[in-house]
């Protein structure tokens, strides 16, 4: 159910009945992409270190936050505060909320290659969903992105490569679109051997649109149906907007299992997000990939959608 509160809508329902839903309709600085609109994307988190916008999170439920493990890697918990409901890094925010951390959980395997750059943060008390604070729906395992799948980045990172300035980096949050490259391609762009299947790569292959520093730990989503789907996490790349070096994000549909085994009490929602028709960059190759692996069958897939509560660790 809902309640009505200083003529804001609040509501009171679980994450996963109310994950990927915006009251804003659309019709990109972040790197060639546009001011996006207030409410437009209510998952989005601003992580601050010290009290300055450092990376971008995505909220996942009422007390949890997904961000990129080297966001927070090497600082104690106490340096960290995120920010929900913001649509300007200065000036007035009538929907911003504050929430310091109380727990920071990096995957066990992440290591200096960028692989398994995943993190979850615990807010110190819950958040209450407002037409501008709601969680975002989370692929699930066997979700399939094909090359091509049109996704949208945020964040409040550069505007330009290598920009130190502060006229470099925007006050509104910025909103991009761009296209996942798939695995394959990518691999091949950026060394055969340094993307994992942990990994997925999107951008635009003549570049100008793109992600870049300070955009790290945010959201890549896509829409299936009536709600938009995390697909990625912000995590590495060569340079910002570079023609042939898109920008790689963790694949989040590879850690519902971790996901769910810490998120127990209003479990995110796990979406299975389906591309039509055959991917084509199974038939893409370049010297030193190995051929693609057989295409399975469709029995073999399955939709595991429902949280692992069983494995909950309680905190």
């Known amino acids: 159910y809902f309640s009505i509160g200083l003529g804001l809508l609040v509501y009171d329902v679980s994450s996963a009945l109310i994950c990927g839903r915006t009251s804003v309709t659309t019709s990109s600085r972040i790197v060639g992409g546009q001011n996006a609109s207030a409410g437009r994307w209510p998952w989005q988190a601003s992580l601050l270190r010290l009290g300055r916008h450092i990376c971008g999170g995505s909220l996942i439920n009422k007390e949890w936050v997904l961000s990129a493990a080297h966001c927070v890697h090497g600082y104690p918990t106490i340096d960290f505060t995120v920010v929900l409901g913001q649509q300007t890094q200065e000036g007035f925010n ?41 969680p975002v729906c989370l692929a699930a395992h066997s979700s399939v992105f094909n090359s091509g799948t049109d996704s949208w980045i945020t964040g409040w990172g550069n505007i330009s490569e290598g920009g130190e300035n502060s006229f470099l980096s925007p006050l509104i949050l910025q909103e991009v679109e761009v296209h996942v490259i798939g695995n394959r391609q990518c691999n091949c762009l950026y060394g055969v051997g340094n993307i994992t299947d942990n990994m997925i790569c999107a951008g635009l292959l003549e570049g100008g649109k793109d992600s870049c520093q300070g955009d790290s730990g945010g959201p890549m ?88 509560s069983s494995m909950c660790i309680f905190m």
Do not use: M
């Open 221 to 308: 989503v896509s829409r299936q149906s009536s709600v938009w789907v995390q697909s990625g996490i912000v995590s590495f790349g060569i340079g910002c907007a570079r023609p042939e070096t898109p920008r790689v994000f963790v694949r989040v549909s590879r850690y519902q299992e971790w996901i769910s085994s810490f998120v127990c009490s209003d479990p995110p929602g796990f979406v299975q997000f389906t591309s039509a028709g055959a991917d084509p960059d199974y038939s893409y190759s370049c010297p030193g990939l190995p051929p693609p692996p057989p295409t399975p069958s469709p029995s073999s897939s399955t939709n595991e959608s429902t949280v692992l």
């Open 94 to 134: 009538p929907n911003q909320v504050f929430r310091y951390v109380r727990l920071i959980i990096k995957h066990p395997d992440y290591n200096f290659t960028n692989d398994n750059d995943i993190a979850l943060l615990k807010l110190r008390s819950p958040i209450t969903f407002t037409d501008y604070i709601r």
